[in-house]
């Protein structure tokens, strides 16, 4: 399928794009949390900054940008570090807002919508492991010799957008579900936002202790 246009292994990219999409990261719950505290509407927000950001490092692995970057130590360690300092910045925010700042338990703190969207955006860009993702797995699914290579690219990244868009839709509709249920529920949402703070935190001691 899409061979034609470079594309090797269609499905097998597509069952491992879907398998990756699926397996949790801070993108995605950072969408859950935003979908639980602020609803449908701005939960889509924060997943406009996952796709913008999915697309610039799929555009950057087109350039060779990415490529550069994993190869250069340097390079790959200033992008991990700041990858971690804004997991922890944002775990952080989540578990000082929980437990020590009063009034933001419930999660309806008025964070505008461009906040939301720049927030997501930062952490989608600052992600080394989607760097590497789309320079050791993207591109091992198109063929360099086609004509036009760029097609090969364009149809693989639509996939992996449109994968991502419904397994993301799903996340905020549950969200929006889950907030319905849990409003008047204060310890609920502490609870949900302690443990959405601590995993932000582990998440970046993790990406500060990789290796590049």
Partial sequence: MFAEFGVLNFWTYFFGAVFIVLVPGPNTLFV??????????????????????????????????????????VLFSVVRYLGAIYLLYLGGKMLYATFIKKGQASGQDGVPGSA??????????????????????????????????????????????????????FLIFSGAFVTQYVRTRTRLVKLGNALTGMVFVGFAARLASLQS
């Fill in 32 to 73: 859950l949390k935003t979908s639980v505290a602020h609803g449908v509407k701005k939960g889509y927000l924060a997943a406009s900054g996952v796709f913008t950001g999915d697309a610039v490092l799929m555009f950057m692995a087109y350039a060779g940008v990415a490529t550069l970057i994993k190869t250069t130590p």
């Fill in 116 to 169: 939301i969207l720049r927030r997501s955006l930062v952490l989608s860009m600052t992600n080394p492991k989607a760097i590497l993702f789309y320079v050791s797995f993207f591109v091992q699914f198109i063929d360099v010799k086609a004509a036009h290579p760029g097609m090969a690219f364009f149809i693989l990244a639509s996939v992996l957008e449109l994968i991502s868009f419904t397994y993301l839709s």
